[in-house]
C-alpha cells in the first residue's frame, strides 16, 4: 500500500523556520515528481514548490527566496525547508506523488505562523 506520511509542522514565530519532510513508502520513489502543496482557510489549495527526479525545481512565487525544495532518493524523503516564515504561510501541507497517470496524497501537516 503506498504511503506519503508528513511530519514537521506544528506554531512557528513570524520570521521562523521550519522543515517539513515527506516520507514515501511502496513507490519506485526515484522516478516520481514530487510536490509540496498547501490550502490556507478558505483558499484554493496552491503548489508551493516542486522537485523533479532529475532535480530540476520549481517554486511559487511567494515563496522564492524563502523555501527550498529537495530529496533524498535513498530513503525515499521530501523536504520543505521554510524560513523566513510570514503569517501567509499558515496552512496545511501536504505532499504529493507522481509519476505517468499515478499520483499519491499524504494526510498533510498543518503549518500555523503565528506570535
Known amino acids: 500500500q503506498v504511503q506519503l506520511v508528513e511530519s514537521g509542522g506544528g506554531l512557528v514565530q513570524p520570521g521562523g523556520s521550519r522543515t517539513l519532510s515527506c516520507a514515501a513508502s511502496?513507490?519506485?520513489?526515484?522516478?516520481?515528481?514530487m510536490t509540496w502543496y498547501r490550502q490556507a482557510p478558505g483558499k484554493e489549495r496552491e503548489l508551493v514548490a516542486k522537485?523533479?527526479?532529475?532535480?530540476?525545481?520549481v517554486y511559487a512565487d511567494s515563496v522564492k527566496g524563502r523555501f527550498s525544495i529537495s530529496r533524498d532518493n535513498a530513503k525515499n524523503e521530501v523536504y520543505l525547508q521554510m524560513n523566513n516564515l510570514k503569517s501567509d504561510d499558515t496552512a496545511v501541507y501536504s505532499c504529493?506523488?507522481?509519476?505517468?497517470?499515478?499520483?499519491?496524497w499524504g494526510q498533510g501537516t498543518q503549518v500555523t505562523v503565528s506570535s
Open positions: 522537485i523533479t527526479e532529475r532535480y530540476e525545481t
Open positions: 504529493n506523488a507522481r509519476w505517468v497517470t499515478n499520483g499519491y
Open positions: 511502496q513507490i519506485r520513489f526515484a522516478f516520481y515528481v
